[in-house]
């Protein structure tokens, strides 16, 4: 980074005492968020969100905005090609990516201590230094679609059946459709590069999350040298929901591909959703009693599966939505009849609530994991980007204990209720 123009300050404090985290404001608008550690004495990581991401462009657009991040990323940053960069971080622990998501774009990465300079000169540099480097990126874009030709001339049994699943969750968007040869090239790089550099055009749209191995006073010289000089527009952006849910009703299909005497199955329960710490906790736990569960009776009771899990998500972006999964894998004469065994399963905590056994095995793994996490640094990091992401309360994350405290037989029953409704329900 040359000619580096003044430094800024820092022009506001907030500090998050419950969690020992502080939240800056620097003079060109740029927040940042510090959680000082003493969990790992060799590493920072580094992330930064801003809302937009792939969802502003049309579908035209949508290849290209999707491989911007790329197309800069293998032509390296500043002065520096590829090949130029990796050598100059020979020996310096310093990581740093740009991305380019559905809904936001940002940075992940991660330094050590005395590496921080470079990481964040590198962050400068992808925000007013990034490359076009022609012949590369034709190179890339060469092999990625011979890969893809490859890929789709023969896809596995395993891919069908994520294509397909991925089409009916998406109600056949153009955004959900699987990756083909003609899907590629409607990308243009040069398109790509423009996109990159709006998406990253005003840092003052930023927020930064720095947790690790740091003290507040030593880090905040260099982020009002880097982050505190870099130009800002002060523009708030947000991203476009693009309206993609899941269908409403019940979808029953099946998807024949392959000559194993083998089956996939998934079974799932979507819907519209209340973001909020109570709501996600108990479907969490009801994930996690539900697995408890399924493993006893369909795995070791019925040996009929090669492996069988249920998974909850939900978010708050574009709209609050959650969407709850069973999947198993076994032989083909079984699959229907593991079905409905799997939603007997289903039923009996519908219909009762799970047993006091599974919930106390939940609460006792529960209170482990949180005891290991609360002393990691990826947790805290994860925790805090969240919480700025979703505009919730970063120290809720404090109220665990209380929050495992109000899982219960009936909690997990009015839960089960609410969300595995079979008003929604796609096989």
Wanted: avoid cysteine.
């Amino acid at each position: 980074v040359e000619n580096l123009p003044k430094a800024g300050s820092t022009v506001s404090t907030k500090q998050i005492a419950e969690i020992g985290a502080t939240e800056l404001t620097l003079s060109n608008g740029v927040k940042v968020v510090l959680k000082p550690t003493e969990f790992k004495n060799d590493e920072i990581l580094i992330g930064a969100k801003s809302q937009g991401g792939t969802s502003l462009y049309s579908d035209k657009d949508f290849m290209s905005a999707d491989i911007s991040n790329v197309v800069v990323e293998v032509s390296g940053v500043g002065e520096f090609n590829q090949n130029a960069l990796k050598k100059f971080l020979t020996g310096k622990v310093a990581r740093i990516s740009p991305y380019v998501g559905e809904y936001e774009e940002g940075f992940s990465g991660s330094s050590s201590p005395k590496d921080l300079e470079t990481a964040l000169q590198l962050i400068y540099a992808y925000f007013t230094k990034p490359r076009k480097e022609d012949d590369v990126i034709k190179g890339f874009m060469a092999t990625e679609r011979s890969a893809i030709q490859n890929m789709t001339a023969s896809p596995t049994p395993e891919k069908v059946f994520q294509d397909s699943l991925s089409i009916i969750l998406g109600s056949n968007n153009f955004r959900r459709q699987p990756i083909s040869v003609e899907r590629w090239d409607m990308a243009n790089a040069d398109r790509a590069y423009a996109i990159y550099k709006e998406r990253f055009a005003d840092p003052a749209d930023f927020t930064f999350f720095f947790t690790g191995s740091f003290k507040e006073e030593q880090i905040k010289p260099l982020l009002e040298k880097y982050l505190g000089a870099l130009p800002t527009q002060n523009k708030k952006e947000s991203f476009r929901d693009l309206g993609i849910r899941s269908p409403k009703g019940r979808i029953d299909k099946k998807v024949y591909k392959g000559i194993e005497q083998k089956s996939q199955a998934s079974l799932v329960y979507s819907g519209d959703y209340e973001y909020n710490d109570d709501n996600n906790w108990q479907l969490d736990a009801l994930e996690e009693i539900l697995n408890i569960k399924l493993i006893e009776v369909i795995r070791e009771k019925e040996s009929g599966v090669y492996g069988i899990g249920a998974r909850a998500t939900y978010g708050k972006i574009p709209v609050p939505r959650y969407n709850f999964r069973v999947g198993y894998g076994t032989g083909p004469e079984r699959v229907e009849e593991l079905a409905t065994k799997t939603l007997a399963v289903i039923d009996e905590i519908k219909k009762n609530g799970a047993t006091q056994g599974d919930i106390d095995k939940f609460k006792a793994e529960t209170r482990r994991s949180m005891e290991v996490q609360m002393k990691e640094n990826g947790f805290w990091h994860g925790q805090l980007i969240e919480a700025y992401t979703n505009n919730e309360d970063p120290k809720s994350v404090l109220d665990w204990e209380k929050q495992l405290n109000k899982i219960t037989v009936e909690s997990t029953k009015a839960t089960a209720n609410k969300y595995l409704n079979d008003s929604n329900f796609i096989k």
